[in-house]
């Protein structure tokens, strides 16, 4: 880390780095905003940037009893801070998105952010909430749009809880068309929080559409991606390596056309 008092320009990039880090997720608890300064922005003093910003008025924050920790959220200020971002007019943040399933949902999703950019160049990563943007009311949406270095944008899903297998069909018809019809993604990266949701998913998803999963479906749990481990094309291999074979697949498909 290089010595020295920091200039201006260079503060302002440091705060707009973690305030797009809370836009992504809607808000953070303070242990995560110091997971992000010290793992991705590779700071070891994290209390000045957290505190900086609040006494700017760039985040706010609040103690949730049910959780006993505290909630750190954009204000207008870090909004217009932040004004480049994709749809970040449309960031708002109520203490209901703090629900004892979406706090549950939002841990997995913050997880799921840092083990893969441990492994993986990501690109850009865009929150449900702009890809929900001019979409119909109850659409299914990802979790989130995960573009790479190589070029390959990937839907993402953060799965907690059991989902049915009529849900499960919707959920391959949905990305059947959204990939092979209209290529808004070129596959979709499935995180359980499990491995006992994992396994379930694995095997219905197979079921239903073996042939389509295969090469669609990326699919790891947390302590898979730990280790940068994921299950594609029916065998587990380096999540690095699946995200270079449908780069590879989509060149190749691309020559035989």
Avoid at 13 to 27: N, S, V
Avoid at 115 to 141: D, F, T, V, Y
Wanted: proline share 2%; with cysteine; hydrophobic share 40%.
């Amino acid at each position: 880390m290089k010595r020295g008092r920091l200039t201006k320009e260079e503060q302002t990039q440091r705060i707009k780095a973690m305030l797009i880090f809370i836009y992504t997720f809607r808000y953070a608890t303070r242990k995560q905003l110091e997971m992000f300064i010290q793992v991705i922005m590779n700071l070891s003093f994290t209390r000045w940037l957290i505190d900086h910003s609040f006494q700017e008025g760039f985040i706010n924050a609040y103690y949730e009893p049910l959780f006993k920790t505290k909630i750190y959220y954009l204000t207008y200020k870090g909004k217009e801070m932040i004004c480049d971002q994709v749809m970040v007019e449309h960031y708002c943040f109520e203490k209901a998105h703090v629900g004892l399933n979406t706090f549950v949902h939002h841990n997995s999703m913050i997880e799921a952010f840092f083990l893969l950019k441990s492994h993986l160049n990501i690109k850009e990563w865009l929150p449900e909430s702009a890809l929900r943007q001019g979409k119909k009311r109850g659409e299914k949406i990802p979790d989130g749009l995960v573009s790479f270095a190589n070029g390959i944008n990937a839907a993402l899903e953060v799965e907690t809880r059991y989902k049915k297998l009529g849900i499960l069909r919707s959920f391959i018809k949905k990305y059947r068309y959204d990939i092979e019809k209209i290529n808004r993604y070129h596959c979709v990266l499935v995180v359980a929080s499990s491995r006992l949701n994992y396994d379930g998913l694995k095997t219905r998803l197979y079921n239903i559409a073996p042939e389509f999963c295969s090469k669609a479906f990326i699919l790891a749990d947390m302590g898979m991606l730990e280790l940068g481990m994921c299950f594609y094309q029916g065998k587990l291999i380096h999540i690095e390596e699946s995200i270079k074979l449908i780069k590879e697949e989509r060149e190749g498909h691309g020559q035989n056309r």
